[in-house]
C-alpha cells in the first residue's frame, strides 16, 4: 500500500547530456544505470522506457536535452541483504515492530536504481531476523515514504505484526500526520481534498489527478500564514495511501509543496533541494499486545531553519 511519499523507488528522469547524444538508447540507460544492456532492452521492449513521454526502439538515437524516463527495473536476482553502513536511527524496536525516523535522500527498499544502500539494507544489517517477515524483496515493510520525504515509517518484523499492521493500514486506522509547507494562502483553514489519482498520461514517472485514479483524500488544516513570500504550513492526515498523495492533492488544488520541483514546488523565493514534507507523527495498534502506539518526530534541521527565517522575516 502507498502513500504519499510512500512510493516505489524510481529512477528520476534523466536528462541526455551532450556526451551522449547521437548514442543509442539502449546503450546509454545502461551506462546511466550500471544495469546490463540486455537487462536495459528487456525493458524498452517492455515499453517502460520512455524518450520525451513515448515508448522508443532499442536503436533509437538520443538527442541532446531529451529526457529519459526509466518506470521499471530488471528482475531482482536475490533478495536483499545487510549492509552495516547504512545508518538507521530507530526510534522504537521489539520483537513484533521497529519504527524508524527516515531521513531524507534515502530510499525505502530496493528498486530501479536502487539495489543497495537502501534502509531495508540497513535494518537488515541490524535485524536479521527481518529477511523472513512479508515480500522477501522488501522484507518487513508494510509502507513507504518515498526518497525524499523525512519521517516516521513502520516495519513488521514478524509475521503477526506484518498481517496485522497491513490489515491497520486497510482499515484506515493507522495515524499518519504530517507537516507540508505549502504555497499560496488557503481558502479554508481546513478541510479534506477528495481527488482520485493515478499515472499521469503525459509524465509517467508522476502521479496526477485522474477520473480513472484510485479513490485518495487528504485532510488538512493550516497551522499558520506567512506573507513573505506568501506561504501555508499546513498539517495533513492522509485518509487512504496512493503514491505522492499530498504532494499531487495540494497541487491539485493550487498549493504545490515547497520545494517540490515534480509537482510545481520549486521557486526563487525559498531555495530547498527537496519538498518540504516531513512524516511527523504516526499511530497504530501494536500487533501483540493492542496497546495504541503513537509517535512523533521533529523537524530536521533544513526545514526547520526555513520555518525559522520565514518567523524572522527573512
Request: proline share 6%; hydrophobic share 40%.
Amino acid at each position: 500500500m502507498n502513500a504519499d511519499g510512500e512510493a516505489e523507488a524510481e529512477l528520476e528522469p534523466i536528462v541526455v547530456p551532450a556526451a551522449l547524444d547521437g548514442d543509442r538508447v539502449d546503450r546509454a540507460v545502461a551506462f546511466a544505470t550500471g544495469w546490463t544492456r540486455a537487462d536495459v532492452v528487456t525493458l524498452i521492449d517492455a515499453q517502460l522506457v520512455l524518450v520525451d513521454g513515448k515508448p522508443v526502439a532499442k536503436s533509437h538515437k538520443l538527442r541532446e536535452g531529451a529526457v529519459i524516463e526509466i518506470l521499471g527495473a530488471p528482475q531482482a536476482d536475490a533478495p536483499p541483504v545487510g549492509e552495516a553502513d547504512v545508518e538507521v536511527n530507530v526510534v522504537y524496536a521489539d520483537d513484533d515492530v521497529v519504527v524508524v525516523a527516515k531521513p531524507a535522500d534515502i530510499v525505502v527498499h530496493p528498486g530501479a536504481g536502487h539495489a543497495t544502500g537502501t534502509l531495508v539494507n540497513g535494518l537488515l544489517a541490524r535485524f536479521p531476523d527481518l529477511a523472513t517477515v512479508g515480500d522477501p524483496m522488501r522484507p518487513g515493510i508494510v509502507h513507504r515514504l518515498d526518497r525524499d520525504t523525512s519521517g516516521l515509517l513502520m516495519v513488521a518484523r514478524s509475521a503477526r505484526a506484518y498481517d496485522s499492521l497491513v490489515e491497520q493500514l486497510s482499515e484506515r486506522t493507522v495515524e499518519r500526520r504530517y507537516i507540508a509547507l505549502a504555497w499560496g494562502h488557503f481558502a479554508s483553514p481546513r478541510g479534506v481534498v477528495d481527488a482520485p489519482i493515478g499515472r499521469s498520461e503525459s509524465r509517467r514517472t508522476r502521479m496526477a489527478v485522474r477520473e480513472s485514479g484510485k479513490p485518495a483524500r487528504t485532510a488538512y488544516e493550516v497551522d499558520r500564514d506567512f506573507e513573505k513570500p506568501v506561504c501555508s504550513l499546513v498539517d495533513c492526515r492522509l485518509e487512504t495511501g496512493r503514491t505522492h498523495q499530498i504532494r499531487v492533492h495540494l497541487s491539485a488544488v493550487g498549493h504545490p509543496v515547497v520545494g517540490d520541483a515534480t509537482y510545481g514546488g520549486s521557486r526563487e523565493s525559498i531555495k530547498l533541494s527537496r519538498p518540504f514534507l516531513h512524516a511527523t507523527t504516526l499511530g497504530f495498534d501494536h500487533p501483540g499486545t493492542g496497546e495504541r502506539m503513537s509517535f512523533t518526530d521533529p523537524l530536521p534541521a533544513v526545514l526547520q531553519a526555513v520555518l525559522d527565517d520565514l518567523d524572522a522575516g527573512v
